[in-house]
């Protein structure tokens, strides 16, 4: 499975940003993405995850906090899954990743490259 990240770069506070990942070999139709991020500096503290789709039918899953400014949603026709991220704040600079899995409550299987999203304040 690979997987392809677009749409990161540098945004003003209080700005918004729509993250893309495209999803191509994967022989399952029924299938997670994940979005996580990594701050820099912060490598020990590992990947958080922001948010949790399940392609088929819908299901998504959110981090707390970020419910509401976050969006994560599917275009199965085009294997692309987006997370939309609205009310951008400085302490959401991260380097945000997708991520492939059987279920939001399995372990990821395969990682995007990571794409930056940098919020100045």
């Known amino acids: 499975v690979q997987l392809v990240e677009s749409g990161g770069g540098l945004v003003q506070n209080g700005g918004s940003l729509r993250l893309s990942c495209t999803a191509s070999g994967t022989r399952y139709d029924n299938y997670a993405i994940g979005w996580f991020r990594q701050v820099p500096g912060k490598e020990h503290e590992g990947r958080e995850r922001v948010s949790c789709i399940h392609v088929k039918d819908g299901a998504t899953f959110y981090k707390d906090y970020l419910a509401g400014r976050f969006t994560t949603s599917s275009d199965n026709a085009k294997n692309t899954v987006y997370l939309q991220m609205n009310s951008l704040k400085p302490e959401d600079t991260a380097v945000y990743y997708c991520?492939?899995?059987?279920?939001?409550?399995?372990?990821?299987?395969?990682w995007g490259q990571g794409t930056q999203v940098t919020v100045s304040s």
């Open positions: 991520a492939w899995h059987i279920s939001c409550a399995d372990t990821p299987g395969y």
